[in-house]
């Protein structure tokens, strides 16, 4: 029977009381605040401090961050922007959004303009930043089952309920709890295991891919593309997510002895299951997490999907940051090394300006960023063998700057 009108505002209104009660304390601890697990220091540095500053590639960057200022400049203007309350008021933004250069722009007058409208300020905390990377990978689909194509990719369920939190407390953009009502209460949505074992008739099925652990990586990444048996190729982008918590299979596999630390990679991982496909599928559900997808044109190939923040990712310029802790779209250099797309090349130097424009389930910690690198085999490569320490700094506007002084500490929730 379906519910009438009131029954379900009655419903929803006591669905955001409970999430927003469970989500404070969970995230905010009972005086709210972030419950400490450490600190990291934040202070203002120079251009000159930025390892490679003077010969990064720049205009890729400023291209990618106008798009964020159109999402940064309908915030509020009083209202403060996540970060610890270091990178002040979202109208602080609005001079040096307004500023920006528009259309095409070399590096020079791009350098020119983040000098001009920023101080750049490090990051620093216990140990030295980690970086690791993600990519867009290509599944073969089709829109019909068959003996080949038998793996569902599901859309958005329509018993999902979703909150962003951010509407109703001061809490990071973004932030989203989910799960479904059961009378009226919110309850944990299906685990990954309980979708394989028993589907999802609340869901639709947009395709069927021919491959199960191409799909859990499709999870894993949470966007992609898919190639149709008529060659046509569409995105899938994310819609929504099971909201339960993320648990790395490359740890599980550590731990199970399977596989040893130094040598794990997205590729050591998937060649561990598709070599063991008896053991495959309850690997991969000790990840309880699920991603649902929407279907959409390609449009333009040479970005991604639109990621957290709401715009088109861009490959070696969009990260993904932890949104506790920092805003997104904020510019941040990076410096550290990258692997090359062949297995046996050495490392290079990667100091680069990238804007921080989507978060991710494992992205947690102060000098934590997973840079996006794009769709393609050699981005899959380099994406999936990067775990590298480096240097993480953030550029804000040069009054939050000034208001912040020499420096500021900040609370680091427990991973």
């Given at each position: ?180 009502v059961s009378g009226t209460q919110l309850v944990p949505y299906a685990t990954r295991a309980d979708i394989d074992k028993s589907g999802l ?83 991969m559900e000790e990840d309880q997490s699920f991603v649902f997808f929407a279907l959409a044109p390609l449009g333009d190939p040479s970005l ?112």
């Amino acid at each position: 029977m379906k519910s009438s009108p009131a029954r379900s505002h009655v419903i929803w209104a006591l669905v955001v009381a409970n999430c927003i009660a469970a989500a404070a304390v969970f995230w905010l601890g009972e005086r709210g605040q972030p419950n400490p697990a450490g600190v990291a220091r934040i202070a203002p540095v120079n251009f000159a401090d930025l390892p490679g500053w003077k010969t990064a590639e720049l205009r890729t960057a400023l291209a990618s961050f106008g798009r964020s200022c159109d999402i940064l400049t309908k915030i509020p203007k009083d209202h403060p922007l996540w970060g610890e309350g270091y990178a002040g008021l979202a109208g602080d933004w609005d001079a040096a959004c307004g500023a920006i250069p528009r259309g095409a722009s070399g590096d020079a007058e791009a350098r020119a303009y983040f000098e001009r409208w920023f101080t750049p300020l490090e990051v620093k905390s216990g140990s030295p930043a980690l970086f690791t990377g993600y990519y867009e990978p290509l599944l073969a689909g089709s829109r019909t089952k068959s003996a080949r194509f038998n793996v569902p990719i599901y859309g958005r369920p329509t018993d999902l309920i979703s909150a962003d939190l951010s509407l109703f407390r001061r809490l990071p953009a973004g932030l989203h709890i989910y799960g479904r009502v059961s009378g009226t209460q919110l309850v944990p949505y299906a685990t990954r295991a309980d979708i394989d074992k028993s589907g999802l008739n609340q869901a639709p099925v947009l395709l069927y891919a021919d491959d199960p652990v191409a799909a859990f990586f499709l999870n894993i990444q949470g966007s992609g593309r898919v190639r149709f048996e008529d060659g046509s190729v569409s995105r899938l982008s994310f819609a929504a997510t099971n909201g339960r918590r993320y648990t790395s299979i490359g740890r599980v596999l550590i731990a199970r002895g399977a596989l040893e630390r130094k040598s794990v990679s997205l590729q050591t991982i998937r060649d561990w299951l598709k070599a063991h496909p008896a053991e495959a599928r309850s690997v991969m559900e000790e990840d309880q997490s699920f991603v649902f997808f929407a279907l959409a044109p390609l449009g333009d190939p040479s970005l991604g999907s639109p990621g957290t923040e709401g715009v088109p990712l861009a490959a070696e310029v969009s990260v993904a940051i932890d949104s506790r802790v920092h805003p997104l779209g904020i510019p941040v250099f990076v410096s550290t090394t990258i692997p090359w797309s062949g297995p046996a090349m050495p490392g290079r130097t990667f100091n680069k300006l990238l804007i921080a424009q989507d978060t991710g389930g494992d992205i947690r910690g102060p000098t934590r960023g997973d840079i996006f690198f794009g769709a393609g085999s050699e981005a899959e490569a380099i994406a999936g063998r990067l775990k590298s320490h480096g240097r993480f700094f953030v550029l804000v506007p040069k009054p939050v700057a000034a208001a912040l002084g020499s420096g500021k500490e900040i609370s680091v929730e427990e991973p």
